[in-house]
């Protein structure tokens, strides 16, 4: 599932390959349940002859203003992804939507297994409103993040999937990050010192750069997998250090990575980076 280096990745392409300011001439909807609150009619007529004028990512979501009133959020859960489709591509099984451009490029979404959705909303606060802060924003700092950590009973794991706690974290980055930071996946949050809580956010940090300098996660070639806007797979995979290696030697001490289930989450640990501490002493 593409999480927030992936989404960024496809932000910083759709810009890089000037989207931005192209006018929408013509959209095709080819299958309606994509469209979470509308009909393909109304969303074909309210997109047309509007003016793309920022594409900005929010969590994991990518975000698309055209005006003031009128601004489309997608969210490409398990397997969306775009790409410039050519004549004969057009008309891909896996072509969802279609968006023919001011300069006669067409921007295709693809979405293997459908789970994908486009939101068309006046207030992109309804959605992006319930998030929680950006891991990557300046204004989360350690002292703020202690507290909001210190608050909270959950175990650690789930809460950074959580996205109204923290906004853009997925499974992979949740556990490379907690690997990082010698943390164990079901620490009570509000276990951990303060020297932990900041070396954990130092750790989401470091993983989420590297993916996005990576150019995203992508955990094979088929087509359910991240790729690019230019359809190249990420090349993150080679970083992880726990993340799908169960019974391979971690990279820092040589266990043998375990994999748990965590809230009905895969969840990839080193036994020996990576203790539980014992019943919960500060909360
Ligand atoms: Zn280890």
Redesign the pocket.
């Known amino acids: 599932m593409p999480e927030l280096p992936e989404v960024q990745t496809l932000v910083d392409d759709l810009k890089a390959w000037n989207a931005i300011g192209q006018t929408i001439e013509n959209v095709e909807v080819r299958w309606p349940s994509i469209l979470a609150d509308t009909t393909p009619d109304r969303f074909c007529r309210l997109l047309r002859a509007k003016v793309i004028r920022d594409i900005r990512r929010r969590g994991k979501y990518i975000v698309w203003d055209m005006a003031k009133d009128c601004h489309l959020v997608v969210h490409l859960r398990m397997s969306g992804r775009f790409f410039f489709a050519g004549p004969a591509e057009r008309h891909g099984r896996h072509v969802h939507v279609l968006f023919e451009l001011g300069d006669g490029r067409w921007l295709a979404y693809h979405d293997t297994r459908k789970f994908g959705r486009f939101c068309l909303v006046s207030d992109p606060g309804r959605i992006l409103g319930r998030l929680g802060p950006e891991p990557l924003d300046k204004r989360l700092t350690a002292g703020r993040w202690a507290k909001m950590l210190a608050k909270r009973r959950r175990r650690i794991k789930p809460l950074l999937l959580d996205q109204t706690f923290i906004a853009g974290l997925g499974n992979i980055y949740a556990d490379e990050a907690l690997?990082e930071a010698f943390v164990h996946p079901l620490t009570p949050a509000c276990n951990l010192t303060r020297q932990e809580a900041t070396r954990l956010l130092r750790a989401v940090r470091k993983v989420l750069r590297q993916g996005i300098r990576n150019r995203g996660t992508s955990l094979g070639r088929g087509l359910n997998n991240f790729a690019s806007l230019q359809r190249q797979a990420g090349g993150n995979a080679s970083c992880l250090k726990v993340y799908r290696r169960a019974g391979r030697?971690?990279?820092?001490?040589?266990?043998l990575?375990r994999r748990l289930v965590v809230a009905q989450r895969s969840t990839h640990v080193?036994?020996?980076?990576?203790q539980e501490s014992g019943p919960s002493s500060k909360c």
């Not at 080193?270 to 990576?274: A, G, T």
């Open positions: 690997w030697p971690c990279p820092r001490c040589g266990a990575i080193c036994p020996e980076c990576q």
